[in-house]
Every structure is written in structure tokens, then in C-alpha cells.
């Protein structure tokens, strides 16, 4: 039986990785469980679920939730990191919305946990110290992603065949062998909601607009960032610290029904995909249940009812930021974190009718051109350029100054 702690475990993967340890009673345990500030929904988690402990990161909502409950209440990154690292955890589920996943991930890793990864934005910030920290500690880092949970599906068939069936995916980054048998991954992309706007268009749109995404039904912060391809910029990051794969043999395509979910063309030219309906469960479960496959009732493919699987380029002019994360992926160093940075910032200033849709893309450009990069940063220089690129993007929208590329 596998015990977890899920951090954010009121969010959107929160509460899905919860209806699947709830369908599989004897394959999970629930040890920790957090939360941002919804403590309403996390009571009924705890009635439910009976952690050991919990986390709540606003103080004064882990106040009020300790009047009304009889387990240990945590509070602030130190009470996620606690909830990250007890005892009795051996896998943790990250779906921490942002950076502030980067050091509950790092703290379980090197306390020997496993992680199953929603929070793209750890790899994007801090990938290299994530992945060396994994190599060392000798634990496995699944990705909760349909494409990179699609990649190592089709990765896996390759690597498992003369080893024993566990998770040895990390070894095999160590020694990068994947370079030398795979040509070239894709990555699919449903294209958004704006995908066959004109950037006349795009001057105006909502968020409302933007928050109504034609395939998936995910938190508020990914959506915008599938809006301006942010996201599948992200997963191309992540892709290259998850698998050790060159920039230059990763490739996105726009694929609008998102049954494909990435695809991979090995070095004989064979290549191979993993379907499904869009459900964020598949992902979910894989990565908790890996190297077993689980019964789950979600809709099954009909091939013959969805009729035509299609497949565009990516429009990288009219979604600049897209071409932002492969320039800051293969620039490497502190870059990919002000890109995550800059763009945390802008997204939710926009959530928040503070700036348009196409501010977006401008201010998170200005800042990377700000920035004089470091090369191999360590942790403490990696969070320090991640507060100060917030601050200072905060501090440019707050004043109006006036977002020139
Ligand atoms: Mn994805």
C-alpha cells in the first residue's frame, strides 16, 4: 500500500488524485493533505480521508481550521514542507500551483520520498538541482502530465526490456541513453482557446475568454498559461529534465482533439503515441500505480466516433511565449526561472483585469532581457532571482509602467 501526501490537495489534480485513492482502498493510504486557503474543503477531506497531519499556507486559515479539528494543523512553506517529509509518507503528490513547489519537492526528495509531479513549475525553475537531487537520493520522480505521462509510456518499452520492471527511468537519464535511441519527441498541444485567432483579435479577449479552454477543465492559472502556450513551453522543459532529451530533438505540434498525448520516433524511424480521451485521471493514476496498470472508469477512445485526428504547426509569432521557453530552455542557468517567474505574475495580473491578454508575452520578454543570467545557480540563487523577478514584475504592473519589448 502506498502512502501519500498530496500538497494542494483541494485544487483540480488535488481532488482528482482523492476520487482515485477513494476507488482504490486497498492500493493507497492517505498519511498528509494541503491546502492554500480553502479549509472548507480540506474539513471534509480530513473527515473522509483521516490524515495524520495537514498543511494550510494562509496562517490565518490554519488558525481557524485548528479550533475545529483534532490532528496536527501546519502552517506556512514550513508546514508543507512538514506535511512533504513525515515519516510514514513514501510517495508525495505535488499539484502546488507555482515556484512555492520548489523546495517542499527538493526537502521530500532528499528525505527519500518519491514524487509524482503536477507542479511544472519546479522543473522550470530549478530542474537541474530537482533532477540531481533524484539521482542521488535514489528515488523516482513520475510526471502527472498527460504528455510526459505519454512520453514515458512510450519510453518505457524501450528501457524495461532487459532490466527488472522497476522504476530505474533516473539511472537511465544518468547515463542519457535516450539521446542515443530517440530521434525526436512531440509533444501535442490542444492549441488553446485562441488558436486560429488574428493578434487583432487576440488585443481584446476576456478572461473569460481565455478561461475557456476547448478540452481540458484544469485550474485557473494553467488554462491562462494553455491560452498563451506558456504551458506547452513549460512542457517542453520539463520534458528535457525528465528524460535527458536535447532541445533540439523536442518539438511541439497542435493537435485539437488532444487524444494523441505526445508521441515519441525512435532512432529507426518507428514512432510511438499513447491515446485516450482527455481525463487527467489516466495521468493521475499511472504515475501513483506505476509499473501496475489499475481498472478506471473513465470514457473510452471510439476511434470511429471521433472521426479525424488532425495536426497543425504551432503559430510562434502569435504566441510568443512558446518560442520564449525554448530560448530559455536551451539558455539554461536562471533564465527558465524569471521566465516562470515574470510569468506567474503576469498571469495572475491578468486574472485579475490588471493587464491584457498580450501584455503577457511583453512583460515576461522584458524581464528575461533584464536579467543578466547565472550559470549553474545553486537553490539559494535560484529563489533569490525567483522573488526578486516577482517583485519587480509586480512593482512594474502596479505602476502602470508603460510594457515595451
Ligand atoms: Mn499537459
Keep these: 500500500m502506498k502512502k501519500l501526501s498530496i500538497l494542494g490537495s483541494t485544487g483540480s489534480i488535488g481532488t482528482q488524485t482523492l476520487d482515485i485513492v477513494k476507488n482504490n482502498p486497498d492500493e493507497f493510504k492517505i498519511v498528509g493533505l494541503t491546502t492554500n486557503k480553502n479549509i472548507e474543503l480540506l474539513k471534509k477531506q480530513i473527515i473522509e480521508f483521516k490524515p495524520e497531519a495537514v498543511g494550510v499556507m ?11 479539528v483534532d490532528i496536527n494543523v501546519y502552517s506556512g ?40 509531479l503536477a507542479n511544472k513549475e519546479t522543473l522550470v525553475t530549478a530542474g537541474s538541482i530537482v533532477m540531481e537531487e533524484v539521482r542521488k537520493n535514489n528515488v523516482s520522480l513520475m510526471p502527472i502530465d498527460s504528455e510526459h505521462s505519454a512520453i514515458f509510456q512510450c519510453l ?19 547515463n542519457n541513453e535516450y539521446n542515443d535511441v ?21 488585443e481584446n479577449v476576456t478572461v473569460k475568454d481565455a478561461l475557456n479552454h476547448p478540452t481540458w477543465n484544469m485550474g485557473n492559472k494553467i488554462t491562462i498559461d494553455s491560452a498563451t502556450l506558456m504551458n ?8 528535457h529534465w525528465l528524460y535527458g532529451i536535447d532541445y533540439e530533438k523536442i518539438k511541439v505540434v497542435i493537435h485539437p482533439q488532444s487524444i494523441i498525448h505526445s508521441m515519441v520516433e525512435f532512432k529507426d524511424s518507428s514512432t510511438l503515441a499513447q491515446l485516450s480521451l482527455p481525463d487527467m485521471k489516466l495521468p493521475i493514476q499511472y504515475a501513483l500505480i506505476y509499473p501496475k496498470r489499475l481498472s478506471l472508469n ?12 488532425s495536426f497543425e504547426k504551432p503559430n510562434f509569432e502569435l504566441f510568443p511565449c512558446l518560442k520564449y521557453a525554448y530560448d530559455a530552455g536551451k539558455i539554461g542557468g536562471t533564465i527558465p526561472c524569471v521566465l516562470n517567474a515574470a510569468n506567474e505574475i503576469v498571469v495572475y495580473a491578468f486574472l485579475d483585469n490588471k493587464i491584457k491578454f498580450l501584455d503577457i508575452p511583453k512583460l515576461i520578454d522584458k524581464m528575461i532581457k533584464q536579467h543578466n543570467v547565472i550559470k549553474n545557480p545553486d537553490l539559494t540563487q535560484i529563489l ?15 505602476n502602470k509602467i508603460e510594457i515595451t519589448q
Excluded at 58 to 68: C, I, P
Excluded at 79 to 106: F, H, M, Q, R, Y
Excluded at 232 to 239: A, C, L, N, P, Q
Excluded at 298 to 309: A, F, H, Q, V
Design 232 to 239: 506547452k513551453g513549460f512542457e517542453v522543459i520539463e520534458t
Design 298 to 309: 473513465i470514457k473510452k477512445l471510439n476511434l470511429t466516433e471521433i472521426k479525424n485526428l
Design 182 to 202: 530517440v530521434n525526436k519527441i512531440t509533444i501535442t498541444a490542444s492549441g488553446g482557446p485562441f488558436k486560429d485567432y488574428l493578434k487583432e483579435q487576440l
Design 58 to 68: 494562509d496562517n490565518e486559515k490554519a488558525d481557524l481550521l485548528k479550533k475545529d
Design 156 to 174: 518505457n518499452k524501450e528501457i524495461n526490456n532487459d532490466s527488472n520492471i522497476n522504476n530505474n527511468l533516473n539511472n537511465e537519464i544518468k
Design 384 to 398: 533569490d532571482v525567483d522573488k526578486k523577478i516577482k517583485e519587480e514584475a509586480q512593482k512594474i504592473i502596479e
Design 77 to 116: 512553506i514550513d508546514g508543507i514542507i512538514k506535511i512533504a517529509t513525515l515519516n510514514e509518507v513514501d510517495t508525495v503528490v505535488n499539484s502546488l500551483v507555482g515556484s512555492i513547489g520548489v523546495k517542499p519537492t527538493i526537502e521530500a526528495i532528499k528525505n527519500k520520498k518519491n514524487i509524482a
